[in-house]
């Protein structure tokens, strides 16, 4: 009977900690890809389709142009996790058409894995990987308008890829962040949380197994770390309750980098009935959708300050 309770006990052992090791976080990593189902012409915005590669790889990305009449300014637009340059859940097209009508030409693709760009079988990277993609599209609009200011703009992990693009030297005279994934093992323990029902603390060990076996950037080389030592001028909007990428790291973000503005969006009531389809995931880069014309005079008053 001891060597039969010996047994049972060891295999589920050892199947949590496959769970725990190869399963969550390879769940984590796995990309869901999202077909696109509008362009910019839905929302009345003149686009161009392109393509282009990254240095690292000879994937193609797919992306979309978009000139303003007599622009001042150009923006790369870098969407987050399990999306598209084409994003229903930040509002993208309405954000496309509301820079492009103050005068800010837009540069949006999709990120590797995702959309309709290539795929380099390593799933989400956090930035790791990715930040190839956005040093392309930057490159690609530094050619394309190389007079006038170039700014980039990611929202949650492309946010973090973008950090880890300007720390590798992508050439941009300003950096907005909204709601950007910087602490990798915080932002893999609330997304699972959020995923799940299950509280944050019991995928600790999964997370931390993220940045050890599938390559996630971890300690020194994640996106807070990366982004606190950045000399360029950074806009940090930060949705307060956002229960995925926290409000402390872009708090903690701004008292340990003189050069970013902190810009707390209004807090949005949690029973409104707009974030109801939004599940669990709450008002995660909900700014602009709710705060639409204060979330742009922000951007626009960043842009107009360098």
Not at 108 to 124: P, T
Request: hydrophobic share 45%.
């Amino acid at each position: 009977m001891k060597k039969l309770l010996w047994s049972i006990t060891a295999l589920l052992l050892l199947g949590c900690t496959y769970v725990v090791l190869i399963a969550v976080p390879g769940e984590i990593v796995r990309p869901q890809r999202t077909a696109l189902a509008t362009t910019p012409a839905d929302v009345g915005v003149a686009f161009e389709d392109f393509v282009i590669s990254p240095q690292d790889s000879p994937l193609t990305l797919a992306g979309w142009w978009m000139p303003a009449a007599n622009a001042k300014a150009t923006l790369v637009f870098i969407h987050g996790a399990g999306s598209n340059r084409g994003s229903t859940y930040f509002g993208t097209l309405p954000f496309y058409k509301a820079m492009v009508d103050q005068g800010i030409s837009v540069v949006a693709i999709d990120l590797r894995n995702q959309g309709e760009s290539g795929s380099d079988d390593q799933g989400l990277q956090f930035g790791r990987t990715e930040k190839h993609d956005a040093a392309a599209a930057i490159a690609w609009a530094r050619n394309k308008t190389p007079d006038l200011p170039l700014f980039a703009m990611g929202i949650s992990m492309g946010g973090a890829t973008l950090i880890q693009a300007a720390h590798d030297g992508a050439p941009l005279d300003g950096l907005i962040l909204l709601d950007s994934l910087l602490d990798t093992q915080d932002t893999v323990m609330r997304g699972a949380a959020v995923e799940t029902g299950l509280p944050p603390a019991l995928f600790a060990v999964s997370a931390w197994a993220a940045t050890q076996f599938y390559g996630l950037p971890g300690g020194e080389e994640q996106a807070l770390e990366r982004a606190a030592a950045l000399d360029l001028p950074i806009l940090a909007i930060q949705d307060p309750d956002d229960p995925v990428t926290r409000a402390h790291f872009s708090q903690e973000l701004a008292a340990r980098n003189p050069n970013v503005t902190l810009w707390m969006a209004p807090a949005i009531d949690p029973e409104h009935p707009e974030l109801a389809w939004k599940g669990n995931w709450g008002t995660h880069v909900a700014a602009f959708q709710f705060y639409p014309r204060e979330t742009v005079a922000q951007i626009l008053n960043f842009m107009d300050a360098q």
